[in-house]
Structure formats: C-alpha cells, structure tokens
C-alpha cells in the first residue's frame, strides 16, 4: 500500500514516513498541500495523511481535491479540532486523528484503509 505523508513539520513528517515504512508500507512525504497535489497528478496513492493546518493549502482544501479526484482514503492530522472540521471530514468519509497521537494509532487508522483491502 503506498501512502502520502503532508505536513510542514519536517520532523513530524519524517517520523511518520519511518514508522509506517517500517511495516512495510511505501510512504512518500511532502511539505504542504501544493506539493502534494502535485504528487497526487503524478502517482496513484492508497492513502492520504495530512496535517490539518499547513500555508497555503491546509488539510481540508487538500481533502477536497482528494476526494473530487478520487485519490486515495484520507486522514486529518490536526491539534485543534472544532465541529465544523469533524463535520467535514465526516461528510467525506475521512478519517480524523488528534494530535500528539500514538503511532499504533495512526498504524490502525492506515491498516483500516478501504483502498488496502483491494
């Protein structure tokens, strides 16, 4: 299953991108929502992390364009969660994980992907 890791805290990207490599996944990181777009026009990803607030394009315009496209399964990385996000992001059928969180967590939520199944 390949996942794709957006967050502007290099050290929190390259956490997750190691953890989730190391059970086995092939995980690409990128630094903001543009970058990713991009990523996402050029490969095909099972899975879509992303950090809620980024410059530029945050996590939840960045599920938009997932979504419209058909991308991949989401998952909203976030600290400050209010309803308005969760509300969205149930209406999408993304998935949504607080910060700071256990990495068995995030596994969990990844491993549950619809797109892993296929």
Request: glycine share 10%; with cysteine.
């Amino acid at each position: 299953m390949k996942v794709l890791v957006v967050d502007d805290e290099r050290f929190i990207k390259e956490d997750i991108i190691e953890a989730l490599k190391s059970d086995g996944f092939e995980v690409v990181g990128a630094s903001n929502g543009r970058e990713a777009l991009k990523l996402l026009v050029a490969q095909k990803f099972d899975v879509v992390i992303s950090d809620y607030s980024m410059p530029g394009l945050n996590g939840l315009e960045l599920l938009t364009w997932v979504i419209l496209g058909d991308l991949g399964d989401f998952i909203l990385m976030t600290g400050i969660l209010h309803n308005k996000e969760k509300e969205v992001c149930g209406v999408h059928g993304a998935k949504v994980i607080e910060k700071p969180f256990m990495f068995k967590d995030l596994r969990l939520l990844v491993g549950a992907s619809s797109r892993s199944v296929g």
